[in-house]
């Protein structure tokens, strides 16, 4: 599985929700944008995609 961030739709800091509800704290803010920092320990919830008013994350098999 992965984590994708389709950036042409991603408000970044503006909205930070997947920041804000990600239980494992997959992702951060650099530079006033959301990225993926710790894939490593994701558990594929997809709680950031149904936080995401702007479908900008997408979890998919690889």
């Known amino acids: 599985m992965v984590v994708i961030i389709d950036y042409s739709k991603c408000k970044g800091l503006d909205c930070a929700e997947c920041v804000n509800v990600c239980p494992m704290e997959v992702f951060k803010i650099e530079k006033d944008k959301v990225v993926v920092s710790n894939e490593?320990?994701?558990?594929?919830?997809?709680?950031?995609?149904?936080?995401?008013?702007?479908?900008?994350?997408?979890?998919?098999?690889?």
């Open 40 to 62: 490593d320990v994701c558990t594929f919830c997809r709680v950031c995609e149904d936080v995401c008013l702007e479908n900008a994350i997408e979890v998919r098999d690889e």
